[in-house]
């Protein structure tokens, strides 16, 4: 059986606007973010989007996986990113300032050794995607907690995407809570037949392939829920003709007005993003650290 994420009725300002205005809001913003990597920019745009996330009123105990989850996939990103200079050096920006230089540094599993070049424009621009991709996960994560799992695929097809897609929209906002939730019942199944996955030993392979008792009933119900469902909406002539929806959504004002906002936040950044503002700022003080 599908499930859906944890949505919970809370009467929030974000919840009594229309979920299609929400998702062109958010749309908007993800558009205008990416066009900027100037920290203070970034800041403006995180800003409105905890706003958004705290009027909605959710929880750390609700999202408190989704967040550890993708902050540690930030987290990695960004420090990958500091590492290697790479999406930076060539693009945001061509000069590097040397704050300091660290090294010899070893790899323990490679054993690969590499010095490192520390330097403002890669510390910046390091700083700069974090706040970035901390600002679009705080805008995306509002939306599965507090839209009605029975409007999604109403939603999208108020969008305007044909029926078909609407209901793939439906069905992939499911398929994480539904992937997790088989997850869970499968490694407490294994742990009542005695396996322990905190005592996995060996080196990376040998570690994936001990995995298999949890990974291998997973996949394989993942595979054929997949197929009840295509068999279900076959049953149900799916497809065939045009699809009714129970549910009818209407703009209101504050919708109309929310729509024309995030039209206006697009064509500003977009603008303002061609004109040459919003590239790489590294602070003078950090400059000034790198010349002293």
């Not at 919970?8 to 299609?20: A, G, K, S």
């Not at 009933?217 to 295509?230: H, K, L, R, S």
Request: charged share 20%.
């Amino acid at each position: 059986m599908l499930i859906a994420w944890k949505y919970r009725e809370r009467n929030t300002v974000i919840q009594r606007l229309d979920p299609r205005a929400r998702i062109i809001f958010m749309l908007s913003m993800m558009a205008s973010i990416i066009q900027f990597w100037d920290l203070r920019i970034a800041v403006v745009f995180l800003a409105v989007a905890l706003g958004q996330y705290f009027l909605a009123r959710l929880t750390w105990r609700e999202t408190r996986r989704t967040w550890l989850l993708i902050s540690s996939i930030i987290v990695f990103l960004t420090i990958l990113t500091f590492l290697t200079g790479r999406g930076g050096v060539g693009t945001a920006y061509h000069e590097e300032h040397r704050l300091a230089r660290l090294g010899p540094l070893s790899l323990p599993i490679v054993g690969w050794s590499f010095t490192l070049d520390v330097t403002a424009e890669k510390t910046v621009f390091a700083i700069s995607q974090m706040v970035r991709m901390f600002a679009i996960t705080a805008l995306a994560i509002t939306i599965p907690y507090t839209i009605d799992p029975g409007l999604y695929g109403v939603t999208f097809r108020g969008l305007g995407l044909p029926d078909k897609f609407a209901y793939a929209m439906d069905l992939a906002f499911r398929y994480v809570p539904t992937l997790g939730r088989d997850f869970s019942i499968t490694l407490d199944a294994q742990r009542a037949r005695g396996y322990e996955v905190e005592k996995l030993s060996g080196g990376i392979v040998s570690q994936i392939r001990k995995l298999a008792p949890l990974l291998v009933p997973v996949t394989i119900n993942a595979i054929v829920g997949a197929e009840d469902v295509i068999d279900a909406m076959d049953l149900r002539c799916f497809g065939i003709g045009p699809r009714t929806w129970v549910q009818e959504l209407k703009y209101g004002r504050v919708d109309r007005l929310l729509i024309l906002a995030s039209g206006l936040i697009f064509a500003v950044s977009t603008v303002v993003s061609f004109m040459g503002f919003g590239r790489l700022w590294v602070p003078g003080f950090v400059l000034a650290w790198a010349g002293g």
